[in-house]
């Protein structure tokens, strides 16, 4: 571990392992932000950057930085390469800006010294630049509930790197039983930022007896899982309890309206009886 290259923002992480002459190094960086390419000289003797030439090359040997001799040198960097570069003198690194996922693969460093009888390498250190780009917070749409469909959702999450290895929905209901459901991951690239974008559709049974219940969508990459926020579903009343209801209303107005019915006719008889008795006597 090289401790000056752990402390860089963008960089997750360095090795470095030591094969003949050739230092190989792996190293992590976010799509979109700096990637640090080391080339720490640490064989040679105690010499100078005005004395040597240092340049980084990618797998296809286009040239991205160049230090001739104490300068910056930029007749021979490629096209490709411009202005995407910062060397730091310091930390013996390169800073290769705005990484995207076809920046991947392996970068050499070259340290050589001028001498009389031509350019001697001092020292190689290759690296291997992986990317890597956060999904976004997964998101939960609900569509319709019904008690005859069901609950039909789906989550999504986007802009990530590389593919996720699953995607599932926690629904807990009242009871706090919680179930997992998971359904087909529909992955897309695109074309542009070869980034993941993914989704699961699922049409969940409405469960018995529960009148709302709590969604939790989870995303799990190879190294870590990512949460939804909390989505709470409201489950609308059966047809079958709406209309038990009805019919127990109906049957409570009946009730009334024979009681009234009954004790309207009652006071009605004790009225004509009244009315009568003074006839009777
Ligand atoms: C890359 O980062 C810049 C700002 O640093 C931002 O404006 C741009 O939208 C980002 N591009 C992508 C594809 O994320
Ligand atoms: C390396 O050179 C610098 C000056 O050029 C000097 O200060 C330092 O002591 C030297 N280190 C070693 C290990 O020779
Ligand atoms: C990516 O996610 C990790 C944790 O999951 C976090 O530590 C890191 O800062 C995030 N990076 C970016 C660039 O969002
Ligand atoms: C829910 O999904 C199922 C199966 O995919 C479908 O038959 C049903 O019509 C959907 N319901 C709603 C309300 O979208
Ligand atoms: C969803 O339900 C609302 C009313 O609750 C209705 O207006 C809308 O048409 C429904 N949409 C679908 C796709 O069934
Ligand atoms: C369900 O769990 C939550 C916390 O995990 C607790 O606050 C709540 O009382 C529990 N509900 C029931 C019905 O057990
Ligand atoms: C990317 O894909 C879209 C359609 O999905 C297409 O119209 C576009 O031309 C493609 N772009 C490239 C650079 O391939």
Same mark, same amino acid.
Request: aromatic residues 8%; proline residues 4%.
């Given at each position: 571990m090289d401790p000056r290259c752990t402390m860089k923002s963008?960089?997750?992480?360095v090795?470095? /392992?030591t094969l003949a002459d050739a230092v190989s190094m792996k190293t992590q960086a976010y799509f979109n932000r700096t990637a640090y390419l080391p080339c720490p /000289?640490?064989?040679?003797? $105690?010499?100078?950057l005005?004395?040597?030439v240092v340049f980084w090359q990618d797998q296809k040997k286009l040239v991205l930085y160049e230090h001739y001799l104490g300068k910056e040198k930029l007749d021979s960097v490629n096209a490709k390469y411009r202005a995407r570069t910062s060397f730091d003198g310091d930390n013996w690194a390169l800073g290769l800006h705005n990484v995207q996922i076809k920046d991947m693969g392996t970068y050499d460093c070259f340290i050589q010294r001028k001498t009389s009888k031509g350019s001697v390498i001092l020292q190689?250190?290759?690296?291997?630049?992986?990317?890597?780009? $956060? /999904?976004?917070?997964?998101?939960?749409?609900?569509? $319709?509930v019904t008690r005859n469909s069901g609950i039909n959702l789906t989550c999504s999450s986007k802009q990530g790197y590389p593919k996720p290895t699953t995607m599932y929905i926690l629904i807990t209901n009242s009871t706090n039983s919680t179930h997992e459901h998971s359904g087909d991951m529909q992955i897309s690239q695109d074309n542009v930022t070869e980034l993941f974008s993914v989704s699961i559709s699922l049409s969940i049974p409405f469960p018995d007896g529960v009148c709302n219940v709590t969604t939790l969508c989870v995303?799990?990459?190879?190294?870590?899982?990512?949460?939804?926020?909390?989505?709470?579903?409201?489950?609308?009343?059966?047809? /079958?309890?709406?209309?038990?209801?009805?019919?127990?209303?109906?049957c409570i107005?009946?009730?009334?309206?024979?009681?009234?019915g009954i004790v309207l006719s009652y006071l009605v008889k004790l009225c004509w009886r009244k009315q009568e008795q003074p006839g009777i006597s």
């Open positions: 963008g960089v997750l992480f090795m470095v /392992f /000289f640490t064989k040679g003797p $105690n010499i100078s005005s004395e040597l190689q250190t290759d690296t291997e630049l992986s990317v890597i780009a $956060n /999904f976004s917070k997964p998101e939960i749409e609900v569509q $319709n995303l799990e990459t190879e190294s870590t899982k990512i949460y939804s926020r909390l989505h709470n579903i409201d489950l609308p009343e059966s047809r /079958f309890v709406q209309e038990e209801r009805k019919s127990w209303i109906a107005i009946i009730i009334v309206l024979l009681i009234t």
